[in-house]
């Protein structure tokens, strides 16, 4: 199973307002790292995706040359 980049930023998000609902101090900031974590994953996947895009289009190029 693909795991996409929306899932990662929902993921950030639920992290963020829980990060603003709570009083405590460590949950707060278990909260906030969490974000942080999952962001970073979307961004991986979301140049991944790009990367993969990129190279897609190179071959096609290439290819179509080639013909």
Known sequence: MSTTSSFYLARATDCAREARATDLANV??????????????????????????????????????AD
């Not at 974000?35 to 289009?57: G, I, P, Y």
């Open 28 to 65: 707060r900031e278990r909260c906030l790292r969490s974000e942080a974590v999952w962001r970073a994953m979307a961004e991986r996947v979301l140049r991944t995706e790009a990367s993969r895009c990129r190279r897609d289009a190179e071959k096609m190029a290439a290819d179509a040359v």
